[in-house]
């Protein structure tokens, strides 16, 4: 088998030569982040415990997971990780569509996002299905 892991996605490293922040998915995770931290501060302050804290801490997961994933010491390990990246952003979706019906924002500013989340799903996927290619005892870390 080759050194190199690759996706349709986009992510290409070499076994143990790279780090999370190599990553591409975990580059848009952080993007990602820190747009919907941009958005959630228009957000009512009553919000600031509830939807804005929700929101905040699931788009966070997904990056800090992909990370954490990474560091592990087994293909396995990192495949569930990225398994909890998917939990994360299935639950911001999830919180931008109430976000969108409680008219805290317009279906306009929340689309870059939701095509944002909807890009990371389909990284996170290709990423599984290349780190899943590796010989189960290898460690790509």
Not at 107 to 129: F, H, T, V, Y
Request: contains cysteine; glycine residues 6%; proline residues 3%.
């Amino acid at each position: 088998m080759s050194d190199e892991i690759s996706n349709r996605a986009g992510v290409s490293r070499k076994i143990g030569a790279q780090s999370y922040r190599d990553l591409l998915v975990w580059q848009k995770g952080v993007a990602l982040a820190k747009e919907i931290y941009k958005l959630t501060v228009q957000f009512p302050s009553e919000e600031k415990f509830g939807l804005i804290s929700q929101m905040r801490r699931a788009t966070v997961s997904v990056p800090s997971n992909i990370a954490e994933g990474q560091a592990r010491n087994t293909t396995g390990e990192f495949a569930q990780f990225i398994s909890y990246a998917e939990g994360s952003l299935a639950e911001l979706d999830t919180q931008m569509t109430i976000a969108v019906e409680l008219t805290f924002l317009t279906s306009e500013k929340a689309r870059p996002c939701l095509d944002s989340i909807a890009e990371l799903r389909r990284m996170l996927n290709g990423l599984r299905r290349a780190i899943m290619c590796q010989s189960p005892s290898t460690r790509h870390s």
